[in-house]
């Protein structure tokens, strides 16, 4: 009896995971939530535990905040809103990039932003970024990562993920 039901209970685990198609939402790597209200930028990212932010004092932009820690490094540069479309910003950034980086490849795209990989002069090695725009307000927001440290494409992706905007309560 203990016997049929055991094997009643895995053969009905074993078809409901059928019907689901034994897939699950990949997991996300950065899930701490940090609000950027303190540093004067009305939004949230994700980060890993321990995230460094700190705001860059005299620069050009009005918002320059840089977030480090491990496998992780994120630029958000934000001033005055030259648009309301995300969309063209987005373009805009896009031929800028691509003007400036040798072997410029998109890897994937989405309405706020891409994941591209490029090369240096004379290296053959590919180094992968993103750019990720965010228009809040009479605001707009640009995200980048590090051009000099090489991370992966998984990598790149994982911070792409963790930085996509969610606004803070405003204050």
Known sequence: MKNSLY??????????????????APEEKFTKEYDLAP??????????????????TGGILPHEITMQGEEFQVYLYGQGAETEDVKTLK???KEETKASKK?????SEDDNGY???????????????????????????????????QYSQEAIMDMYKAIEQRPSAEK
């Open 103 to 107: 072997g410029f490849e998109i890897i």
């Open 115 to 149: 994941v591209f990989s490029m090369q240096y002069e004379g290296d053959t090695t590919k180094f992968y970024n993103f750019e990720y725009l965010y228009i809040q307000g009479d605001q707009q927001f640009r995200m980048t990562s590090s051009t000099v440290t």
């Open 39 to 56: 540093f004067g930028v009305m939004l949230k990212v994700r980060g890993p535990e321990g995230l460094n932010i700190n705001k860059v």
């Open 91 to 93: 373009e805009e950034q």
């Open 7 to 24: 094997a009643a209970l895995l053969f009905l685990g074993l078809a409901v995971l059928t019907a689901c198609g034994g897939e699950t």
